[in-house]
């Protein structure tokens, strides 16, 4: 398993909106993330792992959508989100 039930109950309450909120963009993004550094790592170890790497790519293109959304819908908050999570230089 990837996450822990406790890893992702972390990233929902550090980056939700509101008391209810378990999927908003931030916390997709946020999941995302902690989900492409664990295969990173994995891949590091595991280098001919290919069907781990597709899967990879995958998620990242899909970071890449939800990150262009979102710095077109709130771009404080993408300026914000990128600078916690620690992505785009």
Not at 4 to 19: G, M, V
Not at 31 to 44: A, D, F, P, V
């Amino acid at each position: 398993m990837v996450l822990t039930k406790e890893t992702k109950t972390n990233l929902i309450d550090k980056y939700k909106r509101h008391k209810t909120d378990v999927g908003s963009t931030e916390v997709q993004i946020a999941i995302l993330s902690e989900r492409i550094r664990y295969l990173t790592e994995h891949l590091k170890e595991h280098r001919k792992d290919h069907h781990s790497r597709r899967g990879l790519l995958r998620l990242v293109r899909q970071r890449q959508r939800l990150l262009a959304y979102f710095r077109r819908k709130n771009s404080e908050g993408y300026q914000k989100i990128i600078s916690e999570i620690g992505i785009r230089g």
